[in-house]
């Protein structure tokens, strides 16, 4: 409410426009999109939806995020570091996505499914990894590699 007589209207805060994060809780999931999208940028948010392919999702708040690490020219790799863990994203064409996600403004991030959509074209943004590996864990084993067990 505009009330000319209150002084302080203009530093009230005004409500929120569409596309804010109450609107993002519509767009927390995309099963039935047919159309593979890396991430969704948005207003500013507090939380970041991550959704690795054969894991379980997370919503890690933005305010335990200390660091982002990103290889700016080739946008192939990401890391968000965070005050408990590390997530490591791994694809093409990221280098967008890592600018959004140090603006706080990605509502979910997200490992491309073959199985649920169509290959995305060669100069959109696809996440082929997402790996999290909790602080004091071991470091993941790389697919391909064998424990040696002894050595």
């Known amino acids: 409410m505009n009330d000319p007589k209150d002084p302080l209207a203009k530093y009230r805060p005004k409500p929120e426009k569409p596309g804010s994060e109450d609107d993002a809780a519509a767009d927390f999931s995309q099963d039935n999109d047919k159309t593979y999208f890396a991430y969704r940028p948005a207003n500013k948010m507090r939380r970041l939806i991550v959704r690795p392919l054969n894991d379980a999702h997370r919503a890690p708040t933005y305010s335990y995020l200390v660091d982002i690490v990103w290889d700016a020219d080739r946008g192939e790799s990401i890391n968000l570091i965070f005050s408990y863990a590390t997530f490591r994203i791994k694809g093409k064409n990221l280098q967008d996505l890592a600018q959004q996600l140090a603006r706080e403004k990605v509502i979910f991030i997200q490992a491309f499914d073959p199985a649920k959509w169509a290959r995305p074209e060669k100069d959109e943004p696809i996440i082929n990894s997402i790996e999290i590996r909790l602080s004091g864990s071991e470091p993941p ?10 050595a």
């Open 141 to 150: 084993i790389e697919e391909g590699k064998k424990e040696e067990k002894g």
